[in-house]
């Protein structure tokens, strides 16, 4: 008999804080797209606060329709699924996002697959036919850029 259980995401002790994950959050169902202008700004906003209050550092943070991908690092590894749950809780009672129960994490070891991550994730939008460029791609925040670092 196979019982399923949750996913915890705990990260191990000898982890870092400053490790970077690979996270992807998807939406449960139908229903509105994450890209819909009523949806995103929102969302896209809730990036940089959270950024800026340090729960956690946003390296990339992109929206799709039903999904997002991000590259995130948190100030104490033992608080990410802690959070991911806050920050979706609060768009569940804002933007009537529903979203799937947990998501899915890869902490990202080297600095080549950081760099191959990011890749994949900012051309998501292109291979998925919804804009020609990355440029036209307005759902897309990397705070770490505006901030002069990197």
Same mark, same amino acid.
């Given at each position: ?12 002790? =000898? *982890? ?10 998807? +939406?449960?169902? %139908? ?16 990036? &940089?606060? @959270? ?19 991000? $590259? ?11 959070? +991911?749950? &806050?920050?979706?809780? @609060? ?5 009537? *996002?529903?979203?799937?129960?947990? @998501? ?6 080297? %600095? &080549?697959? $950081?760099?191959?991550?990011?890749? @994949? +994730? ?9 804009? &020609? $460029?990355?440029?036209?791609?307005? =759902? $897309? *925040? %990397? ?8």
């Amino acid at each position: 008999m196979v019982i399923h259980g949750k996913l915890h995401h705990r990260t191990p002790s =000898w *982890v870092p804080a400053s490790a970077r994950f690979h996270v992807r959050i998807r +939406i449960e169902g %139908e229903q509105r797209a994450l890209t819909d202008p009523a949806v995103a700004p929102a969302l896209l906003t809730s990036v &940089d606060f @959270y950024h800026a209050r340090e729960r956690w550092h946003a390296w990339l943070f992109l929206l799709m329709p039903d999904h997002i991908h991000a $590259v995130l690092s948190f100030f104490d590894t033992s608080t990410m699924s802690r959070v +991911i749950g &806050d920050w979706k809780r @609060y768009h569940e009672t804002q933007t009537d *996002v529903v979203w799937q129960e947990g @998501y899915f994490d890869h902490r990202l070891r080297h %600095e &080549d697959e $950081v760099v191959k991550k990011c890749h @994949y +994730i900012r051309m998501n939008p292109v291979r998925a036919g919804l804009c &020609d $460029v990355l440029a036209d791609w307005a =759902w $897309v *925040v %990397e705070p770490w850029r505006r901030e002069g670092a990197g």
